[in-house]
T-cell receptor, first 112, second 113 residues
Framework: GESVGLHLPTLSVQEGDNSIINCAYS??????FIWYKQESGKGPQFIID?????DKRQGQRVTVLLNKTVKHLSLQIAATQPGDSAVYFC???????????FGPGTSLSVIP | KAGVTQTPRYLIKTRGQQVTLSCSPI?????VSWYQQTPGQGLQFLFE???????NKGNFPGRFSGRQFSNSRSEMNVSTLELGDSALYLC????????????FGPGTRLTVT
């Protein structure tokens, strides 16, 4: 079925370092992209979103970059903390707000 | 403000049975979406309800159905359960249909034996 792919299924980073989680999407019609964080035993938590008319968007310690030319999305987490350990999902949708397609997820492990 | 609640949290059923899962969205949220999460297929969209109407549906068989009530609470039903239906079923609510800023519940873990 339709899916958004991830380059790295697992990522380990040292506490305090920056993390970069990558995502490739396949649907050219997608114009809305979202990152979610899922901690063990919990549902996904919205982190940040970006529309296709933007290349970059910043939140609190997070930055999402969008490269429409190569259909690539990334999430940067600054000064990674142990509480950032989780599975991160990218997802794509359209501004007509139909179904959202999730990627397979990247597991981020922060080494103290 | 209370978050999205889902009941039950855990459920064990036998093949061929049917199951109903319940979701209460955040107060004031009118859109409710359901997702199935499995290790093999990841997070897959099931359907979305808004104003008691199904607005979108994912690629799942007709055994999966749902509904939304006037208070925005939603239920999903799976009939004739199969082993492959074992999964975490997640409900997410959003204020309306103009945002993907969804708030997820903790999910219902369904095991089919």
């Amino acid at each position: 079925g339709e899916s958004v792919g991830l380059h790295l299924p697992t990522l380990s980073v040292q506490e305090g370092d920056n993390s970069i989680i990558n995502c490739a999407y396949s649907n050219s019609a997608s114009d809305y992209f979202i990152w979610y964080k899922q901690e063990s035993g919990k549902g996904p938590q919205f982190i940040i979103d970006i529309r296709s008319n933007m290349d970059k968007r910043q939140g609190q310690r997070v930055t999402v970059l969008l490269n429409k030319t190569v259909k690539h999305l990334s999430l940067q987490i600054a000064a990674t903390q142990p509480g950032d350990s989780a599975v991160y999902f990218c997802a794509e949708g359209t501004t007509s707000y139909d179904k959202v397609i999730f990627g397979p997820g990247t597991s981020l492990s922060v080494i103290p | 403000k209370a978050g999205v609640t889902q009941t039950p949290r855990y459920l064990i059923k036998t093949r061929g049975q049917q199951v109903t899962l319940s979701c209460s969205p955040i107060s004031g949220h009118r859109s409710v979406s359901w997702y199935q999460q499995t290790p093999g297929q990841g997070l897959q969209f099931l359907f979305e309800y808004f104003s008691e109407t199904q607005r979108n549906k994912g690629n799942f068989p007709g055994r999966f159905s749902g509904r939304q009530f006037s208070n925005s609470r939603s239920e999903m039903n799976v009939s004739t359960l199969e082993l492959g239906d074992s999964a975490l079923y997640l409900c997410a609510s959003s204020l309306d249909r103009v945002s993907y800023e969804q708030y997820f519940g903790p999910g219902t873990r369904l095991t089919v034996t």
